[in-house]
């Protein structure tokens, strides 16, 4: 089994040292950093994880590698759904919402598309794996509508 946390802290630290950059087979795939608030400890916590976009939204998928289970990330959103991203460059405050039904069909396969290691996931785990679709706030902390 993969210890997660000694490989997510391995791949945050070279992208904060390195302007975004992955390490690795990650350098020059659309990766972000997802700050979340633990589930369980309230703590702030720093994932790395591929995402493609939706209009002005970015879209991540919980895949955990194809693993039975859900990722920890997963589950501190669930609980707390406001958090932060840190892509290009930029950092900014996200609302998480978890897509259904034909929504999350649809993105996932246009993530599948670009990624299609999510598709070999999908096919040899037992598990739904959830779409999360992270949608920039403004200041007073209010989604931000399409094009703004």
Known sequence: MRDWEAFNRGVVEHFRAHGGVGPGGWAGRPL??????????????????????????????????????????????????DATVEVGGGRFPVRASIAEGAERRRLFDQQAALMPFFADYERTTPREIPVVVLTRLDRAGVARQPGT
Request: cysteine-free.
């Open 32 to 81: 972000l950093v997802l700050t979340t608030t633990g589930a369980k400890s309230g703590q702030p916590r720093s994932t790395p994880l591929l995402y493609s976009t939706d209009g002005d939204r970015f879209v991540v998928i919980a895949s955990k590698g194809g693993e039975p289970t859900n990722p920890d990330w997963y589950h501190n959103l669930l609980a707390h759904p």
